[in-house]
């Protein structure tokens, strides 16, 4: 299948715009309490993470500083895995599978991806 990699930037920029998105839709989900969210209380841990899903969500999808958002998504996603999922107690399971932490260090990982790449195509910001 040699062929398909003729179209790797085209499907970097596919998951790029797509994984931005989605994350903005998280972000929408705390500071709006749209999309099935509740709203946490202004200026909380939550609503700023809220900030960071929906703005470098957007930025991500869009382009805009996209090594930059990334890499402050991948980070607020680390600390959502250890602070949410990973508890440090005695009763908390380190496999993600097992404390529902999956999404957060995948995320976390493809993030961590996108900001090492930058936008590559599709972007208003080909610099990065």
């Given at each position: ?67 930059v958002a990334a890499f402050i998504c991948s980070g607020e996603m ?15 399971q380190f496999f993600p599978i097992m404390n529902r932490g999956e ?26």
């Amino acid at each position: 299948m040699k062929w398909l990699g003729k179209f790797a930037d085209q499907a970097y920029a596919l998951l790029r715009i797509l994984a931005g998105v989605m994350f903005a839709f998280h972000g929408a989900q705390k500071l709006f309490g749209v999309l099935g969210g509740t709203q946490p209380p202004l200026a909380s841990q939550l609503w700023f993470a809220g900030i960071i899903e929906l703005f470098g969500g957007l930025a991500v999808a869009l382009g805009l500083e996209t090594r930059v958002a990334a890499f402050i998504c991948s980070g607020e996603m680390a600390v959502a895995y250890v602070q949410a999922h990973w508890k440090f107690q005695m009763d908390s399971q380190f496999f993600p599978i097992m404390n529902r932490g999956e999404l957060a260090l995948l995320y976390c990982l493809l993030f961590f991806f996108i900001a090492t790449k930058g936008t590559v195509k599709w972007g208003l910001m080909k610099r990065d």
